[in-house]
């Protein structure tokens, strides 16, 4: 079974500054997708990145940027000239790539971002 | 474009009621799935449906059942409720070949 590690449980940052958020994650399988949801107070999860682990090259979103370190199974989010929107629950989720249609996503427990005015 | 959509948002039921919440999407996904959202826990899966007709047990499937009734709609059901049960619900599609979830909403439920 896959699991998904997010090792803080909050963070805050002042508005404007960097703020680089961690997961590591656990699979024996080669081909998978990882992402980054982000939940605001709204409730409604959003899609801020993904990342396919044959690409090498690290995905990037505007402010948002990926660290993919498949040997360390490691999957670090970056915020770059954060802003009070970027105020959030962010979780990190992982996913088996199947020809059967069944992939599931697994989640990590969280990281709650508050951004300081 | 609708997207998902749950219904209700929101509910409170005593111990050992029932109710469904229904998810519907209007997207033409193949996969569709429950998830539960606990404080300090994440996303669990409770069921999924790679298809209609089929239906899998996932993380925590425990006092739950679910139906496929089409290709759009996938419910969910409490035969008895409990206080454990108590949690913000989420109901999310996939289409064939796609790597992201859409999700609803959310159903907030409140078992006293």
């Known amino acids: 079974a896959q699991t998904v590690t997010q090792s803080q449980p909050e963070m805050s940052v002042q508005e404007a500054e960097t703020v680089t958020l961690s997961c590591t994650y656990d699979?024996?399988?080669?081909?998978?997708?990882l992402f980054w949801y982000k939940q605001p107070p709204s409730r409604q999860m959003i899609l801020v990145i993904r990342?396919?682990?044959?690409?090498?090259q690290n995905a990037t979103e505007n402010r948002f940027s990926v660290n993919f370190q498949k040997a360390a199974k490691s999957f670090s989010l970056k915020i770059s000239d954060s802003q009070l929107g970027d105020t959030a629950m962010y979780f990190c989720?992982?996913?088996?790539?199947?020809?059967?249609?069944?992939?599931?996503?697994?989640f990590g427990t969280g990281t709650r971002l508050t951004i300081i005015p | 474009n609708a997207g998902v959509t749950q219904t209700p948002k929101f509910q409170v039921l005593k111990t050992g009621q029932s109710m469904t919440l229904q998810c519907a999407q209007d997207?033409?996904?193949?996969?569709m799935y429950w998830y539960r959202q606990d404080p300090g826990m994440g996303l669990r899966l409770i069921y999924y449906s790679a298809s209609e007709g089929t239906t899998d047990k996932g993380e925590v499937p425990n006092g739950y059942n679910v139906s496929r009734l089409n290709k759009r709609e996938f419910s969910l059901r409490l035969e008895s409720a409990a206080p454990s049960q108590t949690s913000v619900y989420f109901c999310?599609?996939?289409?064939?070949?796609?790597?992201?979830?859409?999700f609803g909403a959310g159903s907030r439920l409140t078992v006293l």
């Open positions: 997207m033409n996904h193949n996969s």
């Open positions: 989720a992982f996913s088996l790539i199947s020809n059967f249609g069944n992939e599931k996503l697994t």
């Open positions: 990342q396919e682990a044959y690409k090498q």
């Open positions: 699979t024996s399988e080669n081909n998978y997708y």
């Open positions: 999310a599609s996939r289409g064939v070949g796609a790597n992201v979830l859409t």
